[in-house]
């Protein structure tokens, strides 16, 4: 065949004495319009994160937000649950006779241990929030309310963790001056699991600090 517009012969070998049978050409194939071939140019090989220009470079940070808040979900909910918990009994020379050691006795760790409770959940309520941003990355209000709660969760929780800091310090060195005694080497699991709490919300301040440049820059007519 030299095109695909001919017609195309079939030979029938039949006793009657038929001659051969033509068959109709194919349809050509519609060709695409110039619309869908122009959309099919620009989406073509563009993940969906990067479409639209600013749009999409806001779209992506809106993602990032989303992966950090879960990230800083982890920490927070470690370090509130870890201190929640904490509680050692030293028993000296009788049962009768015991030393312990909790979290409620000291008011800083009973502050701690909400504040990083309430990170938590303010974490797990900006989900929808941080979605709708990825859905809609023009919507500024959305925006700038994750600022102000993120804003706000960085000093309560920079709050708590730098004042328990102070305590698990003087828990670990004691102060001689002031004839306070370390206890960390009585009470090893209490300090070890206080002490792990503060490095774990000290890392959520950090993922927190992230999310107010995500949120800021995306507030921002142009990208940052």
Known sequence: MSSTNEATVIHVDDATGKGPVTAAPPPPAAAPTAPVQQQQRKSGGVP?????????????????????RVVAF????????????SNETLSVFTEHFQFRARFDDFPTFTFFVAANAIAAGYLVLSLPF????IIRPKATVVRLLLLIGDT????????????????????HEGNMRANWVPICMNFHGFCERT???????FLAVLVFILLVLLSACAIRRRPC
Do not use: K, Q
Request: hydrophobic content about 65%; aromatic content about 6%; overall charge positive.
């Open 48 to 68: 969906f994160l990067l479409r639209g220009g600013a749009d999409g470079f806001r779209r992506c940070m809106a993602f990032v937000d989303l992966l950090l």
């Open 74 to 85: 982890g920490p927070t909910l470690a370090a509130a649950i870890a201190t929640a918990t």
């Open 130 to 133: 941080s979605i709708v941003g």
């Open 152 to 171: 706000v969760m960085v000093v309560l929780v920079t709050a708590a963790a730098s004042a328990a800091a102070a305590i698990v310090y003087v828990a």
């Open 195 to 201: 002490s792990g709490s503060v490095v774990a919300s």
